[in-house]
Nanobody, 123 residues
Framework: QVQLVESGGGLVQAGGSLRLSCSAS????????MGWFRQAPGKEREFVAT????????YYTDSVKGRFTISRDNAKNTVYLQMNSLKPEDTAVYSC????????????????WGQGTQVTVSS
C-alpha cells in the first residue's frame, strides 16, 4: 500500500512558477514509476508527466514540454513537478500517482493516487 500526499498548489499569475511535491509512504517508493495528472472543471483527467523508478526516464505531454519538469528524490520518498511559464489553461487539480510499471502515461496504469492539489493561474 502506498499513500500519496500532494502539496504546493496555489494561485499564481500567468508567467509565474509553482513547484508541486508529492510525498509517499512506504519503503518501496523507488520501485514505483510516478506520474502527475491534472483535471480541469468539466474536462477529463489528463496526463502531464511521468518519471521512471530511478529518474532516468521522463516523458511529458506536448502542452507542457519545455515548461514543466518532473523529478524525484528516492531518499525523501518525494516526486516533484516544477511548473514554469504557467498559463491560464494549466488551471486544474493536479494529482500524483504511483505505478508498479517502470512509468506510464495512462491513468489505467496507475495503482495509487493522491487527493490532489489545486493550481489556479490567473490571466
Amino acid at each position: 500500500q502506498v499513500q500519496l500526499v500532494e502539496s504546493g498548489g496555489g494561485l499564481v499569475q500567468a508567467g509565474g512558477s509553482l513547484r508541486l511535491s508529492c510525498s509517499a509512504s512506504g519503503p518501496t517508493f523507488s520501485k514505483y514509476g510516478m506520474g502527475w495528472f491534472r483535471q480541469a472543471p468539466g474536462k477529463e483527467r489528463e496526463f502531464v508527466a511521468t518519471i521512471s523508478w530511478s529518474g532516468g526516464n521522463t516523458y511529458y505531454t506536448d502542452s507542457v514540454k519545455g515548461r514543466f519538469t518532473i523529478s524525484r528524490d528516492n531518499a525523501k520518498n518525494t516526486v516533484y513537478l516544477q511548473m514554469n511559464s504557467l498559463k491560464p489553461e494549466d488551471t486544474a487539480v493536479y494529482s500524483c500517482a504511483a505505478t508498479r510499471m517502470l512509468y506510464g502515461s495512462s491513468h489505467l496504469q496507475y495503482d495509487y493516487w493522491g487527493q490532489g492539489t489545486q493550481v489556479t493561474v490567473s490571466s
